[in-house]
Nanobody, 128 residues
Framework: QVQVVESGGGSVQAGGSLRLSCTAS????????MGWFRQAPGKERVFVAV????????NYADSVNGRFTISRDNAENTVYLHMNSLRPEDTAVYYC?????????????????????WGQGTQVTVSS
C-alpha cells in the first residue's frame, strides 16, 4: 500500500505562481512514476504532468507545457509541481498519483488507468 498526500494549493491571481508538493510513502524501496492530474468543476479529471522514478523523463499536457515544471526529490520521496503564469482556467482540484504496476508508456502518456494510488487532492484557485 502506498500513501499519497498533496499539499501547497491555494488562491492566487492570474499571472502568479504556486508550488504543489506530493509525498508518496509506504512501500519499502519503491520506485514510483508520479503524475499530476486536475479536475475542474463539472469536468473530468485530466492529465497535467508526469515524471519517471529517476527524474530523467517528463511529459506535460499541451495546456501547461512551458508554464508548469514537474520535479522530484527521491531522498525526500517528494514530487513538486511548479506552476507559473497561472490562468483562471488552471483553477481545479489537483491530484497526485503514483504508478507502481502500470505499463511505462501508458503511465508516461498520462493515462490515469496506469496509476495505482491517488491522493485526496488540493484546490488551486486562480482569479482574474
Amino acid at each position: 500500500q502506498v500513501q499519497v498526500v498533496e499539499s501547497g494549493g491555494g488562491s492566487v491571481q492570474a499571472g502568479g505562481s504556486l508550488r504543489l508538493s506530493c509525498t508518496a510513502s509506504g512501500r519499502t524501496g519503491g520506485r514510483y512514476t508520479m503524475g499530476w492530474f486536475r479536475q475542474a468543476p463539472g469536468k473530468e479529471r485530466v492529465f497535467v504532468a508526469v515524471i519517471d522514478w529517476s527524474g530523467g523523463t517528463t511529459n506535460y499536457a499541451d495546456s501547461v507545457n512551458g508554464r508548469f515544471t514537474i520535479s522530484r526529490d527521491n531522498a525526500e520521496n517528494t514530487v513538486y509541481l511548479h506552476m507559473n503564469s497561472l490562468r483562471p482556467e488552471d483553477t481545479a482540484v489537483y491530484y497526485c498519483a503514483a504508478s507502481v504496476y502500470g505499463p511505462y508508456q501508458t503511465v508516461m502518456a498520462g493515462d490515469p488507468r496506469g496509476y495505482d494510488y491517488w491522493g485526496q487532492g488540493t484546490q488551486v484557485t486562480v482569479s482574474s
